[in-house]
């Protein structure tokens, strides 16, 4: 999934090392040793971690996979961070406290935004049919002349 290069195990050790991550503490080593018929395959070593060591793991690799998350983990938590999505988060935890500390001009001044905010969508809107209608009708000029 990461696209390393390495083989897993080694992959995983060194990460291991490098986070000092402790073996049941930090993640559980499964090892699956079984007699195969054929070659490759028959002493599997398997981890399993925790979630945020999955993502750390996940966010200190190389490649254009370990890029990707990280760019969903920052832009996850830019949302999360973002002052409306606090408030919101807040509001739904707590109402009545937060609905408290929140001056009645604020809940207005931002009622008043967000109707301001839907009226220029509206408009833009509009305008965009008005002008589709315009250009419509100044292609038809000539035929009504």
């Not at 599997?44 to 750390?56: A, E, V």
């Not at 935890?93 to 931002?110: F, G, L, N, R």
Request: a negative charge.
């Amino acid at each position: 999934m990461l696209g390393i290069k390495w083989a897993f195990t080694e992959w995983f050790k060194y990460q291991c090392e490098k986070l000092k991550l402790v073996e049941d503490k930090d993640y559980i080593l499964l090892s699956d040793f079984q007699k195969q018929d054929q070659w490759g395959g028959h002493n599997k070593i398997d981890y399993i971690t925790s979630l945020d060591n999955g993502k750390h793991l996940c966010m200190i690799s190389q490649g254009d996979m370990a890029h990707r998350i990280r760019q969903y983990f920052i832009e996850v938590e830019k949302e999360w961070s973002n002052p409306d999505s606090v408030i919101n988060r807040a509001i739904e935890i707590s109402p009545d406290k937060v609905m408290d500390k929140i001056s009645p001009d604020k809940i207005m001044a931002k009622a008043l935004q967000y109707a301001n905010d839907v009226i220029k969508k509206q408009d833009a809107e509009h305008k965009a049919e008005l002008d589709a209608i315009d250009a419509e009708l100044e292609a038809q000029k000539p035929m009504i002349e």
